[in-house]
């Protein structure tokens, strides 16, 4: 048996823990604590067992319809895929040849560097989040995650914008946690000026429904097509596609429910400050802050013992913090108070 280099020397990407209990406060994968729409539950319940005999919509043409009704982009222009993580597995294959590169902020979503290892290109990552960013000329695919994760910190569409024009290759904008934001860059994937801009979009945060796995992307017409040239012929089940439907249609349940985690992150980060830790500007579900009274790593554990799951990730640029989803008002109240007894 023969497994290719790049596949045995691979370092795995490793998803946040998904602990079994149901009493573990849970607030390291940046999921939405509330439940998805009653709408998506009544889908479900009535959903005629005989649809699934049948192969679903190749094209997902009713979901399709509606995610380009509600972002003002025309059908053409959007692709939905098994989560946005598909999507960007298809765009590392479309949109990079064997001799370039995949670029991202850094740090940024650490599946990026996995995929361009999958991929056996090189990742290179910019530091700066805002600032200048120096990409070497063969980088061909740009992810740049806005709000961006583990940070929480927001770039102006300008100035991605600005950026795109200048580089060669696809900007995607993984607006994954982009409902949290007070702006979106949608405008840039929809504008027919802009021929390198994809915004990709989940229905894994705001929408509640990371176990369904559906994301989608709105960009250039011939960049859509490469992607539907290489998927799967079947990527997203027929259960997916109307659970989907269902959720973005209930546009009033989505407002409510990302309203209620805005105002919680905002309430969580002022009694954050009061305990004197340092807190970055957060635009997403989830803040990156550093304790006041003890290391990262040992708060890390320190949680984990009394069933508070948050996110660490070690290294220089991010060991320092910890990454905090925002859960219900109930859950961030006793993490505070865990933080208290702790002295944290
Ligand atoms: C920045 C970013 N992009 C994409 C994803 C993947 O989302 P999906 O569940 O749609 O695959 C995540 C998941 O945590 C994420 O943090």
């Given at each position: 048996?023969?497994?290719?280099?790049?596949?045995a020397?691979?370092e795995?990407?490793?998803?946040?823990?998904?602990?079994?209990?149901?009493?573990?406060?849970k607030?390291?994968?940046?999921?939405?604590?509330y439940?998805?729409?009653?709408?998506?539950a009544?889908?479900?319940?009535?959903?005629?067992?005989?649809?699934?005999?049948?192969?679903?919509?190749?094209?997902?043409?009713?979901?399709?319809?509606?995610?380009?009704?509600?972002?003002?982009?025309?059908?053409?222009n959007?692709?939905?895929?098994?989560?946005?993580?598909?999507?960007?597995?298809?765009?590392?294959?479309a949109?990079?040849?064997?001799?370039?590169?995949?670029?991202?902020?850094?740090?940024?979503y650490?599946?990026?560097?996995?995929?361009?290892?999958?991929?056996?290109?090189?990742?290179?990552?910019?530091?700066?989040?805002?600032?200048?960013?120096?990409?070497?000329?063969?980088?061909?695919?740009?992810?740049?995650?806005?709000?961006?994760?583990?940070?929480?910190?927001?770039?102006?569409?300008?100035?991605?914008?600005?950026?795109?024009?200048?580089?060669?290759?696809?900007?995607?904008?993984?607006?994954?946690?982009?409902?949290?934001?007070k702006?979106n860059?949608?405008?840039?994937?929809?504008?027919?000026?802009?021929?390198?801009?994809?915004?990709?979009?989940?229905?894994?945060?705001?929408?509640?429904?990371?176990?369904?796995?559906?994301?989608?992307?709105?960009?250039?017409?011939?960049?859509?097509e490469?992607?539907?040239?290489?998927?799967?012929?079947?990527?997203?089940?027929?259960?997916?596609?109307?659970?989907?439907?269902?959720?973005?249609?209930?546009?009033?349940?989505?407002?409510?429910?990302?309203?209620?985690?805005?105002q919680?992150?905002?309430?969580?980060?002022?009694?954050?400050k009061?305990?004197?830790?340092?807190?970055?500007?957060?635009?997403?579900?989830?803040?990156?802050?550093?304790?006041?009274?003890?290391?990262?790593?040992?708060?890390?554990?320190a949680?984990?013992?009394?069933?508070?799951?948050?996110?660490?990730?070690?290294?220089?640029l991010?060991?320092?913090?910890?990454?905090?989803?925002?859960?219900?008002?109930?859950?961030?109240?006793k993490?505070?108070?865990?933080?208290?007894k702790?002295?944290?």
């Amino acid at each position: 048996m023969r497994i290719t280099k790049a596949t045995a020397n691979l370092e795995a990407y490793t998803p946040g823990e998904q602990p079994k209990s149901k009493s573990v406060i849970k607030l390291n994968t940046n999921e939405n604590p509330y439940p998805p729409s009653p709408k998506c539950a009544k889908v479900l319940k009535d959903f005629d067992l005989d649809k699934l005999r049948r192969y679903p919509d190749p094209v997902f043409m009713a979901l399709r319809e509606a995610i380009a009704s509600i972002n003002g982009a025309k059908v053409e222009n959007v692709f939905v895929g098994n989560g946005s993580d598909e999507i960007l597995t298809l765009a590392a294959r479309a949109f990079v040849e064997n001799d370039e590169m995949i670029a991202s902020l850094d740090p940024s979503y650490s599946l990026y560097k996995t995929l361009a290892a999958i991929r056996d290109v090189k990742w290179v990552g910019s530091s700066v989040e805002s600032a200048k960013i120096d990409i070497p000329d063969n980088a061909s695919l740009f992810l740049w995650t806005n709000p961006n994760a583990p940070t929480g910190g927001f770039t102006s569409p300008k100035k991605i914008s600005a950026f795109a024009k200048k580089f060669k290759g696809v900007v995607i904008v993984d607006e994954a946690y982009g409902d949290f934001a007070k702006e979106n860059c949608m405008k840039l994937a929809i504008a027919p000026k802009n021929n390198n801009i994809i915004v990709m979009r989940t229905f894994s945060k705001s929408y509640s429904l990371a176990g369904l796995r559906v994301g989608y992307c709105v960009g250039p017409k011939d960049l859509i097509e490469a992607l539907y040239k290489i998927k799967d012929s079947y990527n997203v089940d027929a259960i997916a596609q109307a659970v989907a439907l269902a959720a973005i249609k209930d546009r009033a349940y989505h407002a409510k429910t990302v309203k209620k985690v805005v105002q919680t992150r905002e309430a969580f980060v002022t009694e954050l400050k009061k305990l004197g830790w340092d807190v970055l500007p957060s635009e997403a579900n989830f803040v990156f802050a550093r304790p006041k009274g003890m290391a990262a790593a040992d708060l890390f554990d320190a949680l984990r013992k009394r069933n508070i799951f948050v996110r660490y990730f070690p290294g220089p640029l991010t060991g320092d913090r910890l990454r905090i989803t925002i859960g219900t008002l109930d859950e961030m109240y006793k993490l505070l108070l865990t933080l208290k007894k702790l002295k944290a």
